[in-house]
């Protein structure tokens, strides 16, 4: 999607007929200032105070003189149908929107995204409020919406435990909970994701799950964290081979197997329940070889029957029946009394 799809006018044709109102260093200061040149490239208040050896306060005075004559001008007035254009379309994004998201929503070319910013920055009715430790830049054109939408974010990363993942349609859901009176006109799923993209504390997994944004299962970094997404997905074991292949799959990320199997040892998130099976210890599944799991059941649960231990060791381990029975026969571990049921050795 481009600008010319979005906008009726050309961003670069007002943003020129605007800087016309000032003198010409006002002009190349703003230019400058907001990459508004052949080059999309922003200079700082330092770069630009060192072309004209002048304080970099100095040039921050000439930068807010220069915006303030362009909003006293005839120019300004003439351009009234773009900014009234503009805050139509921020309305309809959902009247609070991540910078990032609202400019490339807007136009794919750099340059062009510039000179829109710029309009942004000029038009009064537009507010931007800056990036904090809970939130991206943003803009709106309404601060009671904005305030309402800033907390119910809050609140949604609140109920959030540390590495929970939730599915994207239940946190839409959620988040629907907190802004129940809300206008009906927002209520609808692509502007409900861009108030989400607002929070730097809550974010989405390549799996499109969403969780805490410090969360290795939202931020995932390694081969350890990727493996544990993909068995996640998959819900039941699945052989070391299988997790190499998704997490090519799905991340785009180049796992050998051997590597792949490696971590999955390493890792305590994971359990191997049958011949190159691994499922998550999240799910309840043991540790340890058969006999550990024997040993374990019988701690847990007291003396128990052949086929009790066989029936409860299978709901822990892919392994044939057989390998139970041998392991059980083992004296030094395990030891059966007159009724059958065997004890810990």
Do not use: C
Request: glycine residues 6%; proline residues 3%.
């Amino acid at each position: 999607m481009n600008d010319k799809a979005l906008l009726s006018f050309k961003p670069k044709e007002v943003t020129k007929k605007l800087l016309a109102v000032l003198a010409k260093r006002a002009q190349d200061v703003l230019v400058s200032r907001y990459g508004l040149g052949p080059r999309p490239q922003r200079l700082t208040l330092d770069a630009i105070g060192k072309k004209y050896a002048i304080t970099r306060e100095r040039v921050r005075q000439i930068e807010n003189h220069s915006l303030a004559a362009i909003r006293k001008s005839k120019a300004y007035k003439d351009a009234e149908a773009a900014f009234v254009e503009l805050k139509a379309l921020l309305m309809e994004l959902g009247g609070i929107v991540a910078e990032k998201d609202l400019l490339s929503h807007l136009a794919k070319d750099p340059s062009a995204q510039n000179h829109i910013h710029f309009l942004l920055v000029i038009g009064e009715d537009f507010r931007r409020e800056k990036e904090d430790e809970e939130f991206k830049h943003r803009w709106h054109v309404d601060s009671e919406l904005a305030e309402r939408i800033e907390g119910a974010l809050k609140k949604l990363y609140s109920k959030l435990s540390d590495d929970e993942l939730v599915l994207e349609s239940d946190l839409i859901d959620d988040f629907l909970s907190e802004v129940k009176d809300m206008n009906d006109k927002y209520k609808n799923e692509e502007v409900i994701k861009r108030w989400l993209s607002i929070s730097h504390k809550i974010g989405k997994n390549p799996l499109g799950e969403w969780g805490r944004s410090s969360s290795p299962n939202v931020n995932a970094k390694g081969m350890r964290d990727y493996a544990f997404l993909v068995i996640r997905k998959h819900g039941s074991p699945i052989h070391f081979k299988e997790v190499a292949k998704a997490i090519g799959q799905y991340f785009n990320k180049k796992a050998h197997v051997a590597t792949t199997h490696n971590e999955l040892i390493k890792d305590p998130r994971f359990v191997l329940v049958g011949r190159g099976l691994y499922a998550l210890a999240e799910w309840g599944y043991m540790s340890g070889v058969v006999k550990d799991v024997i040993k374990k059941i019988l701690e847990k649960e007291g003396p128990l029957t052949k086929e009790k231990i066989v029936e409860k060791v299978l709901k822990e381990r892919y392994v044939k029946e057989n390998t139970i029975l041998v392991n059980l026969q083992n004296p030094k571990y395990f030891k059966k009394d007159k009724e059958n049921r065997y004890h810990v050795a």
